[in-house]
């Protein structure tokens, strides 16, 4: 797995059968990643006068907290509670 790019990870979840509940959450995590990476695929320039505008600013933390909602959803939905899951969450 820490071969794996991040990418990576979330796809060779999506393919093992024990994640089948993860599956929605996983993907929408992959495509919130994408979301990420086209917005931040700018110059430096570009990307402080984005965080200087309180409206562009404002959505970006938005998406931040979706991103790390889906994280936390995903690991739930993989860990469903066990001692694997306790030592990533705390």
């Not at 790019?5 to 999506?14: C, F, H, N, Y």
């Not at 994408?34 to 404002?58: G, T, W, Y």
């Not at 739930?76 to 066990?82: P, R, S």
Request: hydrophobic letters at 45%; aromatic letters at 8%.
């Amino acid at each position: 797995m820490v071969a794996l790019s991040p990418t990576q990870r979330p796809e060779w979840l999506i393919l093992q059968p024990e994640s089948i509940d993860a599956r929605l959450r996983i993907e929408d995590l992959l495509k919130c990643y994408e979301e990420f990476l086209a917005a931040s695929d700018a110059s430096e320039e570009d990307l402080i006068a984005r965080f200087l505008d309180q409206k562009q600013s404002r959505k970006s933390f938005e998406s931040a907290l979706r991103f790390g909602g889906l994280v936390f959803e995903v690991l739930a939905a993989l860990g469903q509670g066990n001692r694997f899951h306790r030592l990533l969450v705390v």
